[in-house]
């Protein structure tokens, strides 16, 4: 059984409007554990959008998105939500990190919405351990708006981690970088997936989208 099967998921905007957008128009792919799958196309042609459907971040007009042998569109709105927090870590281009505070705050964030109560002491360890799994134990005390952008998204790298998700979910996690940078936080995230996790990576370097083991483009809505 595949880690996640999606099957004829589909999405538009502004139904039931003339300026209706069809953008996911019935996707198809399977996803096994420690998989690295990019998703490529030049921009507006849906990748985010897809991305956030599979992270349950956007409702699908239909389809399925199969879990666990179950169709997790299915689930009520707070099943979803602890599914997301428990399932999926998400990392984005521009870190989403909550800039005044440091970065041992932004790694508690997620672990507010677990549904495993942390002591301080294990809560204290699982942070300080995650941050060493990303290089960054030095800077734990340290405002997030003092990082560089490569630190920064290897904090946001920490968050996305801090549940031990099953799927990171990336999108254009180095879109904000330079190349020397960019090359790094891709080997960071592979280093993940030898870890044994999947990784669904929206990007549009070539160059990292090529080091997976999968590559689809969406075009018109559809993998090409």
Known sequence: MSLIEIKSLKKSFNDGKENKINVIRGIDLRIEKGEKIAIVGDSG??????????????????????????????????????????????????FALVEEDTTY???????????????????????????NKVGLSEKINEKVKFLSGGQRQRVAIARAIINNPSVILADEPTGALDGDTSEKIFSLLNDLVIDGKSLILVTHNEKLANYCDKKYKIETGVFK
């Open 45 to 94: 042609c849906g990748k985010t959008t897809f991305i956030n459907l599979i992270g349950l971040i956007l409702n699908s007009d239909s389809g399925e998105i199969i879990i666990n042998g179950r169709n997790v569109l299915e689930l009520s709105s707070k099943d979803k939500a602890n599914l997301r927090n428990a399932f999926f870590g998400y990392v984005v281009q521009d």
């Open 105 to 131: 705050q932004n790694l508690e964030i997620p672990l507010l919405y677990s549904k495993k109560r942390y002591s301080k002491r294990e809560k204290d360890k699982l942070i300080s351990d995650t941050l």
